[in-house]
């Protein structure tokens, strides 16, 4: 039985620079997102926008990965979203250097799930409404909703323009930060609570080397620290896709999400689009974590 994702997002030309490296390289969610959940054996839908500039060798990159671009996402008069990423003692400055055109309604259609990840706020609460509208099983990353950008594209957290959006999802991935905005908390613990209490079926929060995994009545830490970091550019893209994936064959939030810690960890030590790891690496590393990385919290933790 086939297994359809929709990825929503822009794509985007990242210029990623260290005091080691500097690459350019594809990215944004339908990218990192897409090829990991291709990895698993999932069809998976584009659901984005690319400018005229989009150049061409990105696109065969796309096509021989299978993951194609629909010709509605080929914008006549935007420019491709481009981002400067400067790497610093392990954190990332981002700056937006250009940015295509909103996503459109109609681009949307029935998935078995959809993935929603603006980057550049593309996505509108229309959209997200009508996502839902689309599937049974919404998962939406709050950086959606919660970027904002100065007048020279410096990327920064903020409070969210519309939080009561986030209570459309089924999932929902932050960082910890991120929870703390969304919810007025400042404890991830009690954040998750929240969210979960508010409806949202699953929760999952990162921080650092741990993911808290929020359900219904159950808190989970999964405990996985990568032993080598060097450009964590789409790491939350790879879990999103690797978790989606892997919950929509197993019916398991557990495994899915060992799962995705084990792709996200193992991507974090190679550069650009090239650190999609391949199934069979994150599926060894996931059985590891499940074994000895799981912890299951009380809610007074």
């Known amino acids: 039985m086939s297994l359809l994702i929709s990825v929503a997002g822009h794509i985007a030309i990242d210029r990623i620079r260290s005091s080691s490296f500097e690459i350019t390289s594809i990215g944004g969610p339908p990218s990192y997102c897409g090829l990991m959940a291709k990895q698993f054996g999932a069809e998976v839908s584009l659901v984005t926008k690319v400018g005229y500039d989009f150049p061409d060798e990105y696109a065969l990159w796309l096509s021989r990965n299978q993951l194609n671009l629909a010709p509605e996402s080929k914008s006549k008069k935007g420019r491709t979203t481009r981002f400067r990423i400067d790497i610093q003692d392990h954190e990332r400055i981002l700056r937006l250097l250009s940015r295509c055109e909103d996503l459109d309604l109609k681009q949307l259609s029935g998935s078995d799930a959809i993935i929603v990840s603006g980057i550049a706020n593309e996505i509108s609460t229309e959209f997200l409404e009508r996502a839902k509208a689309l599937t049974k099983f919404l998962f939406i990353d709050p950086?959606?909703?919660?970027?904002?950008?100065?007048?020279?594209?410096?990327?920064?957290?903020?409070t969210p323009r519309n939080p009561d959006v986030i209570y459309l999802a089924s999932a929902v991935k932050a960082d910890s930060r991120e929870a703390c905005l969304l919810t007025g908390k400042t404890d991830k613990v009690q954040a998750a609570k929240q969210l979960v209490d508010s409806g949202i079926e699953i929760v999952l929060i990162t921080d650092k080397g741990e993911v808290l995994l929020a359900t219904k009545g159950d808190f989970f830490s999964v405990n996985v620290r990568p032993s080598n970091v060097v450009d964590t550019t789409g790491a939350g893209d790879i879990f999103a896709g690797a978790f989606v994936a892997s919950l929509m064959k197993s019916s398991d939030p557990v495994w899915a999400c060992c799962v995705a810690a084990s792709a996200s960890t193992l991507a974090v030590g190679q550069i650009g689009i090239s650190k999609v790891p391949s199934a069979d690496s994150v599926i060894e590393k996931a059985e590891t974590i499940r074994k000895s990385g799981i912890h299951r919290l009380s809610l007074s933790s």
Not at 143 to 154: A, C, K
């Open 143 to 158: 950086q959606t909703i919660v970027r904002s950008f100065s007048l020279e594209g410096i990327c920064k957290v903020t």
